[in-house]
């Protein structure tokens, strides 16, 4: 298989069949450069990584899961290093090709998954989720991406960043692909959409650039249609950036507890921004952790208000399109502040979130995000998988 986009890790193609029989016989899917394969090297997207770690000898359970259900694996792909990335790039491997907008990044740090699903190499692909990094190149490539409740899903063979806010999420370019993937990786049947309750978040679409907030009316206007309340309601009272600000001091300070014993003994080859984020993370304080976790736990209470079962809320998946390829640092700095400012709530947050694809800023993708309860996962994924075929 020739690789014009530049998913695919270097090295050997894991190429695995799956069990010939059940919900996704016939589908085939790609993982993310974090989760172990049997026999090849888990890499996490940098070149010294595997080199200092044995060859998985078993699969993650994520793979494991998906073979059984009798969906291929096609081949490992690029990720931003240690999944500590936002936008795409790789130092060290390049950035794969986002086919929606051959000219802007596809975001991270699930870029190779997004890259390789939106160009339809594959049917589906695995990656990880910890502040943003499957629901914000779903939302850059527009594909169908899930963000599932934090602590539902097995994480075990899926190296970790930072463990409070780690997931494992997929991608898809068909509704019902999404739904059937997801399906078997909650463990459970999608049922057919319900909903009491849409809550709209205007301060999320307040943050969001104008003409984001305008693409999106009609995918929230149609699924306000199936609701039978529509609230607007303040999402965050104590500010977006207030949120983002407690995820961003919580997700470094864990990624750095996750790496400093393997910094510290091999002193590897990491991009000048992984290494920034790492420093950063080792010099958090306990009272700045402190006031994050008070932050992490108002957040929770006021979702939890917001959730209660029946209900969803909407909000722009990210504020902007997918920027463009190699802006200078400084810029990269200040689009990435800007685009967690609204991922960042996953992590935090910690609930189900669902990226539904259908609206364009200019010709680029631009997604919305459909927020349920704890453990809600699969009325999200029926609700989105409902208002992407109502698009089709």
């Known amino acids: 298989m020739q690789d014009d986009i530049n998913a695919f ?6 190429e695995i069949k799956g069990s010939g029989e059940g919900p996704l016989k016939g589908l085939s899917f790609v993982a993310k450069d974090l989760f172990d394969v049997d026999g090849y090297p888990t890499a996490g997207g940098n ?3 595997a080199s200092d770690n044995p060859i998985p000898s078993k699969n993650a359970w994520a793979v494991q899961t998906l073979l059984d259900a009798g969906a291929d694996l096609i081949g490992k792909v690029i990720t ?3 999944s500590y990335g936002i936008l795409g790039e790789n130092a060290f491997y390049g950035t794969p090709l986002n086919s929606a907008a051959p000219d802007r990044v596809p975001g991270g740090s699930s870029s190779g998954t997004a890259a390789a699903v939106g160009a339809k190499i594959c049917d589906f692909g695995i990656g990880t989720d910890t502040g943003g990094s499957v629901r914000v190149p779903a939302s850059f490539c527009g594909l169908y991406g899930i963000r ?12 970790p ?10 991608l898809a370019h068909a509704p019902d692909t999404f739904c059937a993937v997801s399906g078997v990786m909650l463990g459970e049947q999608i049922p057919l959409p319900k909903l009491d309750r849409l809550v709209v978040a205007v301060d999320a679409f307040g943050f969001a650039n104008t003409d984001v907030s305008k693409a999106l009316e009609p995918l929230v206007e149609t699924l306000a249609r199936m609701a039978n309340e529509v609230v607007e309601d303040v999402m965050a009272p104590a500010g977006i950036s207030t949120w983002g600000r407690a995820q961003r001091i919580l997700q470094p300070a864990e990624a750095w507890d996750t790496f400093k014993d393997w910094v510290n003994r091999c002193n590897p080859r990491v991009s000048f ?20 976790a008070m932050i992490r736990r108002e957040a929770r209470a006021r979702l939890r208000y917001l959730l209660p079962p ?4 909407v909000m722009p998946t990210t504020p902007c399109p997918a920027p463009k390829k190699n802006l200078p640092l400084d810029q990269q700095n200040e689009v990435r502040e800007l685009i967690l400012g609204l991922a960042g709530l996953g992590g935090l947050c910690g609930l189900p979130q669902v990226n539904v694809p259908g609206a364009l800023v200019d010709g680029i993708p631009v997604g919305l995000s459909i927020l349920t309860g704890p453990n809600e996962d699969s009325t999200a994924v029926a609700l989105a998988s409902e208002l992407g075929a109502s698009l089709s």
């Open 9 to 14: 890790v270097d090295g050997p193609r894991a």
């Open 47 to 49: 070149p010294d990584w």
């Open 80 to 82: 931003d290093e240690f």
């Open 148 to 159: 599932p409740t934090h602590g539902r899903l097995d994480l075990s063979g899926m190296m």
């Open 161 to 170: 960043q930072a463990p409070t806010s780690d997931t494992t999420g997929w």
């Open 273 to 292: 921004n992984v290494a920034r984020g790492l420093l950063i993370g080792s010099m958090v304080t306990d009272a700045d952790k402190q006031w994050a």
């Open 310 to 313: 029946g209900s969803a809320l």
